[in-house]
């Protein structure tokens, strides 16, 4: 007992006591605010390597965006980006940037499905499938669940059979070979469940999109209930998102 109380002065708690308001240390790139400076808009765009960078007016769109920061260090006075890592929303839409805005991504409480609050407020149980994925965002995940950021303290967990969840959680582009799997998976959930994409390659196919290696029918089939950007996604971000597609919590 005086060795873990030596440890716990020397060290400190481990875990992150409010997931909701800590800054994010380091080289982070959360949410990008993009200015109304006049630039070679053309070669903005051309910097993309997924096409997230749109004209008319300049957009970045997070769902295609990998966060390479190339826009930002060629035109700094264009494109920064911040510390924010409040990146979900329940709405594909939100998850583009305009030039001039500089406004939170956010779920929107008012299209949230009525049963995910009554049924999953206060306990949810998720199943992870790699859809071919890098393993980065599978990383994360993981991640999300560690003594630091402890998301179980939340109740919210993964299980390893989608008959024990309440929902999915899909990263990758969805290869044609994980087609049919993911499928089967979701079909074993029961009703309700919830659609949580993670990380850009699952939010738009990333820089595999337009490859004849995928196949993401499946999304063409069931609405999506919550997006959570990033390459990868960051677990503050994940933990965030989770939290405010399931239960009322006010943003600070």
Known sequence: ???????LFHQG?????????????????????????????SALRDLCPTNAITLQPVSID??????????????????????DYKLSTNERDRLIIHEGEDKAVEVNP?????????????????RQVSAAGDNSCEWELNAANNVQFDMGRF???????????????????????????LQICYD????????????????????????PA??????????????????PAHPLTIINGLLDLTRKLSRK
């Not at 007992?1 to 440890?7: A, L, Q």
């Not at 967990?157 to 799997?181: L, Q, Y």
């Not at 074993?188 to 738009?204: F, H, M, N, W, Y």
């Open 1 to 7: 007992m005086f060795e873990n109380i030596k440890i």
């Open 13 to 41: 708690k481990q875990f992150i006591p409010n997931v909701t308001t800590v800054e994010v240390p380091g080289i982070f790139r959360g949410r990008p605010v993009i200015s109304m400076v006049k630039v070679d808009e």
């Open 62 to 83: 997070l769902g295609k965006c990998t966060f390479c920061g190339e826009c930002a260090r060629a035109f700094p006075d264009k494109v920064m980006f911040t510390k």
């Open 110 to 126: 008012e299209t949230v499905r009525k049963e995910i609050h009554r049924v999953f407020g206060r306990s949810l149980k998720l």
């Open 155 to 181: 109740g919210i967990e993964f299980v390893a059979s989608p008959r024990h969840a309440d929902g999915i959680v899909i990263t990758g582009p969805i290869s044609e070979n994980m087609a049919v799997p």
């Open 188 to 211: 074993a959930v029961p009703d309700p469940k919830i659609i949580v994409l993670v990380g850009t390659d699952a939010i738009s196919g990333g820089i595999f999109a337009g490859s």
């Open 214 to 231: 995928l196949d993401r029918s499946f999304l063409d089939k069931y609405p999506v209930d919550l997006y959570i950007p990033g390459y």
